[in-house]
Every structure is written in structure tokens, then in C-alpha cells.
């Protein structure tokens, strides 16, 4: 089993959609929790860090089942600049700095 | 402020001849990791260093790679002899060392191996 599975997508909506990403982690101990997007041919930013009560920021909700392992990003009022890919990540096991990635979900946010 | 500073930002190569890939960690920043993305493997993990010493190489895959930082401005990702198989995009990525600190990527290195 992958360390953290998503599912690549493609997602495909219009503008002004609500999309939702989820994602699952194998490493019950993991600790910190990130969402990071990744532009065509550029390197991966954080986009938010995701906490045990859930966060949101602006249009964007991230939160956190520890019981199920798993991890959604909620996209509000989704605009075409949102279209990248999404990566969940996770500490790896035994390590709290170093970061296992997701292999990513596609968005593609259509006029 | 600038980022992460990465070079060359494109470099093609033949089989069997040494490749350098180099990295600028941000200033200030103790930790840093080199990455390698392909289609297939996504996002890995090769090698740690923690304030210049490396923590965990257990990502390189094999002894044809090799990883140093003499320094806290800077790091060398090599591989001898090269192959075609290590046709990536190699990121260098910096953090400060401490818990849930934002690692911050570099533009990356495409490397072709022809």
C-alpha cells in the first residue's frame, strides 16, 4: 500500500464550481499534514497546511479524519487559476521533517 | 527575498557521462532535501541534510548517485555514470529545522539522459 494514495483525476469543472479532493495516508503516527499545488512544469508550493479541527483559507477548506486516515481539500467558487495539480503529504514515518507526496489530482477549471 | 536557487534549469546529456545538478538553499534555512518527479513515480525523495550533514540517503537509488553540502549555501546532486532512466525533474527543496516548517522547492532541474 502507497504511503498516501489520492486519486489523479482529471477533475474537470466549470468556473464557479465546488470540487472536493480526498486523499489517505498508511502511517497511523503521522503528524503533520499538508496540501501543496503544483503548476504545468513548476515546482510544488504549499497551499496550506491542513490542522486536526479542519482550516480554511479564503475559498479553500482543508480538514482531517485521524480515525480514518484521510485528508480532503474542499475548492469553493473555483476560479481558472485553481487549475493544477493538488498534492496531499504527509510526514513520513519516523521522521517529522522529512514529507511523503501524493502522486497528485488534476484540476482542470473550464470557462 | 530570493528562493530556492537551482542550476542548470535544463540539461541533456548522453548515456555514461557525469551529470552535476547544484542547489542555493534559502539563507537561513538548516534542512534541505533533494527530490526527483517522474510520471510514473511521482514526487521522491532522494537524500537529507540537516545544517550540511546528510540524515537520510536511504532515497538514492543507487551508487552512481551522490549527494554533499560543504556548505550551508550549497549542495551537489551527481550522478556517474548517467542512464536514461534517470530522465527526471530533480528539485531541491530548503526548511528550517523544525516541525511542520514549509519546505520550499527550487524551479528544478530537467535532466534528459539520451
Known amino acids: 500500500r502507497k504511503e498516501v494514495e489520492q486519486d489523479p483525476g482529471p477533475f474537470n469543472v466549470p468556473e464557479g464550481a465546488t470540487v472536493a479532493f480526498n486523499c489517505t495516508y498508511s502511517?497511523?503516527?503521522?503528524?503533520?499534514f499538508f496540501w501543496y499545488r503544483q503548476d504545468c512544469r513548476k515546482e510544488p508550493k504549499l497551499l496550506m497546511s491542513v490542522y486536526s479541527s479542519g482550516n480554511e483559507d479564503g475559498r479553500f477548506t482543508a480538514q482531517l479524519n485521524r480515525a480514518s486516515q484521510y485528508i480532503s481539500l474542499l475548492i469553493r467558487d473555483s476560479k481558472l487559476s485553481d487549475s493544477a495539480t493538488y498534492l496531499c503529504?504527509?510526514?513520513?514515518?519516523?521522521?517529522?521533517?522529512?514529507?511523503?507526496f501524493g502522486s497528485g489530482t488534476q484540476l482542470t477549471v473550464l470557462p | 527575498d530570493a528562493g530556492v536557487i537551482q542550476s542548470p534549469r535544463h540539461e541533456v546529456t548522453e548515456m555514461g557521462q557525469e551529470v552535476t545538478l547544484r542547489c542555493k538553499p534559502i539563507?537561513?534555512?538548516?534542512?534541505l532535501f533533494w527530490y526527483r518527479q517522474t510520471m510514473m513515480r511521482g514526487l521522491e525523495l532522494l537524500i537529507y541534510f540537516n545544517n550540511n550533514v546528510p540524515i537520510d540517503d536511504s532515497g538514492m537509488p543507487e551508487d552512481r548517485f551522490s549527494a554533499k553540502m560543504p556548505n550551508a549555501s550549497f549542495s551537489t546532486l551527481k550522478i556517474q555514470p548517467s542512464e536514461p532512466r534517470d530522465s527526471a525533474v530533480y528539485f531541491c527543496?530548503?526548511?528550517?529545522?523544525?516541525?511542520?516548517?514549509?519546505?520550499?522547492f527550487g524551479p528544478g532541474t530537467r535532466l534528459t539522459v539520451t
Open positions: 503529504v504527509v510526514n513520513r514515518e519516523g521522521s517529522a521533517r522529512q514529507l511523503t
Open positions: 502511517n497511523s503516527a503521522s503528524q503533520s
Open positions: 539563507s537561513g534555512h538548516n534542512s
Open positions: 527543496a530548503s526548511s528550517l529545522a523544525k516541525r511542520e516548517s514549509q519546505q520550499y
